[in-house]
């Protein structure tokens, strides 16, 4: 809550790549775009029966093909008509990948490198604020620093395994 009293919004920060989609949650996560699906297609989510499903309960595919299956509480009219055609439209110009869903870290000033999280982006500078008063250590305000703990080149190796 204080990172959000901070302007940090981590849901808008991280940002899914659906592979086998069985970890992104379709409406909720953002994956699609820059926010949540709920959010740009509410009428569509106040009728889904599955609020909490996930990208591969909405999303199937059966080889290169990619196919819509919903559950809706009601009939669709014709503004929901539009909206699942609109959506569907998005997502088939996704290109889903094999393997694991992965999580990318998404700042709208900067793109994203070592540096950029460990010293100059705004928000991840409030959270590492927050980690290194947890940890007692002071804040982390160069790289230096973060290297004399090991954690840039541990992040390093996490980049690269990713």
């Known amino acids: 809550m204080e ?4 302007g940090v ?3 808008k920060a991280i940002i899914g790549e659906p592979g086998n989609r069985s970890d992104i949650l379709f409406w909720i996560d953002t994956w699609l775009g820059f926010e949540p699906l709920c959010n740009r297609f509410p009428v569509l989510f106040n009728i889904e029966s599955m609020k909490g499903c996930r990208v591969a309960d909405r999303v ?7 196919f819509m299956e919903f559950e809706w ?3 669709l009219l014709t503004e929901e008509n539009n909206e699942v055609m609109v959506l569907s439209n998005l997502i088939h110009t996704m290109n889903f990948t094999q393997g694991p869903d992965r999580w990318h870290i998404f700042c709208e000033e900067h793109y994203e490198s070592v540096e950029h999280i460990f010293v100059s982006c705004r ?5 590492w604020d927050y980690i290194s008063n947890w940890c ?3 804040p982390l305000l160069e790289m230096e620093k973060a290297n004399s703990f090991g954690i840039r080149n541990n992040f390093m190796v996490y980049l690269d395994a990713a």
């Open 3 to 6: 990172l959000l009293l901070a």
């Open 9 to 11: 919004d981590l849901r």
């Open 60 to 66: 199937k595919m059966q080889g290169e093909v990619i």
């Open 73 to 75: 509480s009601t009939e």
């Open 123 to 127: 928000d991840a500078q409030i959270i």
């Open 136 to 138: 007692k250590i002071g």
